[in-house]
């Protein structure tokens, strides 16, 4: 039997959080669709910065046990964006069709490749 280790949670924390953050940033962009204003830029650019500050604090102060800074900021903003660019190439060049299974395969190659930068570099 396996031990859980402080990597093993660690691991399991970051994807809670960002599972969280996904949700919060689906919840914010449906109020603001249908309760504001129906503009999916609007909405989904509210959602995102709400999203981040969530996913951020979070982050920083749970997964990563660090305290809230300026540079580790602007280091998180930098690892998202490259992570969201490579999403974004990945899937206009990977040759499967179906959307689901690009959304899963890139899921598996951007959630650990995030978690070490964050751990390696944002929070180092």
Known sequence: MQKFSLKNIQFFRYVMVGGLAFLIH?????????????SLFLSNTIAFFVAFAYSYSYQTLYVFRRKI?????????????????????????????????????VLIIITPTSFLLHKFWTFN
């Open 26 to 38: 689906m919840l914010v962009a449906y109020m603001y669709l249908y309760y504001v204003e129906y």
């Open 69 to 105: 800074s300026f540079i580790n900021l602007a280091k998180y903003l930098i690892v998202q964006l490259i992570m969201i660019t490579a999403a974004m190439l990945i899937i206009d060049n990977i040759s499967i069709y179906n959307y689901y299974i690009k959304t899963v395969f």
